[in-house]
């Protein structure tokens, strides 16, 4: 059974950083995706970042330039660091994967999640 566990949220000021963390145990990788969403009150989900099997990233454009995606395979574990954060990025992010994706960021793609982590930027 497919498990993402995240970790890694919280407060900080604008303009500050976080790196998120996902943990996942009982997935295969022979044909991935793996991305963060988030989802404001009141919004919808989103996708912010993604990463397939080939390393092939993809960001939503508010994010470009200032959150990276990454993964160490070894450990099982997707990454998403955040720098200059902004007040609009105030969510609750969320990891998923899937076993196949087309648009990276699309969340109907997406077949596993984890529980999320709340992550809350002040101006």
């Known amino acids: 059974q497919v498990q993402l566990v995240e970790s890694g949220g919280g407060s900080v000021q604008a303009g500050g950083s976080l790196r998120l963390s996902c943990a996942a145990s009982?997935?295969?990788?022979?044909?991935?995706?793996m991305g963060w969403f988030r989802q404001a009150p009141g919004k919808e989900r989103e996708g912010v970042a993604a990463i397939d099997s080939y390393g092939s990233t993809r960001y939503v454009d508010s994010v470009k330039g200032r959150f990276t995606i990454s993964q160490d395979n070894a450990k099982n574990t997707l990454y998403l660091q955040m720098n200059s954060l902004k007040p609009e990025d105030t969510a609750m992010y969320y990891c998923?994967?899937?076993?196949?994706?087309?648009?990276?960021?699309?969340?109907?793609?997406?077949?596993?999640w984890g529980q999320g982590t709340q992550v809350t930027v002040s101006s």
């Open positions: 009982g997935y295969t990788y022979s044909s991935y995706c």
């Open positions: 998923a994967a899937a076993d196949f994706c087309d648009s990276l960021l699309r969340v109907s793609e997406y077949n596993y």
